[in-house]
């Protein structure tokens, strides 16, 4: 069973930054599709990133294209969210997830994966 632990989460003023972890258990990361996502309440879970590295891909939401950056770190088998010059509007939970399957697609739809964290907070103040 894959289980996600996400942390680094919290409470910042515009402008700053923030750096999520999403730690796995369970199984590599390695040749998996990885994914972040958020929540803000009373909305739908939205996509923000996510990486192939078999193929080399990686997605951003346009609302977060160039100042947010995913990486991954195989030996640590977790995967990061640096979150750059935060706004109030990226205020939500913030969820890592992965699939099932080894392949090369990348889902930006939340039914394109399989396993979920427990997602970790993020509220940014204006």
């Known amino acids: 069973q894959v289980q996600l632990v996400e942390s680094g989460g919290g409470l910042v003023q515009a402008g700053d930054s923030l750096r999520l972890s999403c730690a796995a258990s369970g199984r590599t990361i390695s040749g998996y599709t990885m994914g972040w996502f958020r929540q803000a309440p009373g909305k739908e879970r939205e996509f923000v990133a996510a990486?192939?590295?078999?193929?080399?891909?990686?997605h951003y939401a346009d609302s977060v294209k160039g100042r947010f950056a995913i990486s991954r770190d195989n030996a640590k088998n977790t995967v990061y969210l640096q979150m750059n010059s935060l706004k109030p509007e990226d205020t939500a939970v913030y969820y890592c997830?992965?699939?099932?399957?080894?392949?090369?697609?990348?889902?930006?739809?939340?039914?394109?994966?399989?396993?979920w964290g427990q997602g970790t907070q993020v509220t940014v103040s204006s």
């Open positions: 990486m192939n590295r078999m193929s080399g891909t990686i």
């Open positions: 997830a992965t699939v099932r399957l080894l392949g090369f697609v990348v889902a930006v739809t939340p039914d394109g994966y399989d396993y």
